[in-house]
């Protein structure tokens, strides 16, 4: 055999290397892409739960908020309560005292 032809072989050869190395190569890449895309997914995830999240604390916080408001109306209630039934307590007792004045002047007049 001559050199003549271990020639085509040799290239047929380095071509097969060539086709193996870029495969290879296209396959690594294709992987790289594949593994970004899958990131950015879970960073879109990722920054939907932070979003979340922050809505769920401003909600925490409103409902503290309005808890700790209906506590004081509900103090305010019990304030208003007491003195009404104060008003009417003493009220009671002026309309007696009123009833027992006019029987006064009945029975002097």
Known sequence: ???ITWIPIGLSVVSV????LTYSRNGKKDDKET???EES???????GLLKANMKLDTVCATTN?????????NKDLINIDRRVTGLETNMKQVFKELDELKEGRTKNG
């Open 35 to 37: 593994i970004q895309k």
């Open 41 to 47: 997914k879970f960073d879109g995830i990722k920054e």
């Open 17 to 20: 290397i060539i086709a193996a």
């Open 65 to 73: 908020e309005t808890r700790s408001d209906i506590k004081s109306m």
């Open 1 to 3: 055999m001559s050199y």
